[in-house]
């Protein structure tokens, strides 16, 4: 009786158990950003490749070398990484003209 009892009671804690494989996957987005940094907040015109984006500078006093940029909607552009042609045009005249890479999730600020 009392092997009974145990091997019922083996049998019954290892169906109980969740035997399998799990698999969790993460990652970070596949995108990287761009954000634009001048004396005052000022709307820019920004080109990328062929796209064209209106966004405003963040102010120069604001932002530090070691302080994140909130990234919003009125300052961020979100890109897909890699070479991309970036043009800036701040009141009809154009102040930046450059050949960019940057890879997954990099932030690039430029300075105009």
């Not at 399998?20 to 000022?42: I, Q």
């Not at 604001?62 to 552009?77: G, V």
Request: glycine fraction near 6%.
């Amino acid at each position: 009786m009392k092997k009974l009892f145990f091997a019922l009671l083996g049998a019954l804690l290892l169906s109980s158990c969740g035997v399998g494989s799990y698999s969790v996957s993460s990652g970070k987005a596949d995108e990287a950003m761009l954000s634009f940094v001048s004396a005052d907040k000022t709307p820019v015109t920004v080109t990328v490749d062929t796209d064209s984006f209106d966004v405003f500078t963040v102010k120069t006093k604001t932002w530090k070398k070691d302080r994140k940029i909130k990234e919003t909607a009125l300052n961020t552009i979100y890109i897909s990484p890699g070479k991309h042609d970036i043009t800036v045009q701040m009141e009809g005249k154009e102040v930046y003209h450059k050949t960019i890479f940057v890879s997954v999730q990099e932030h690039k600020i430029i300075e105009l």
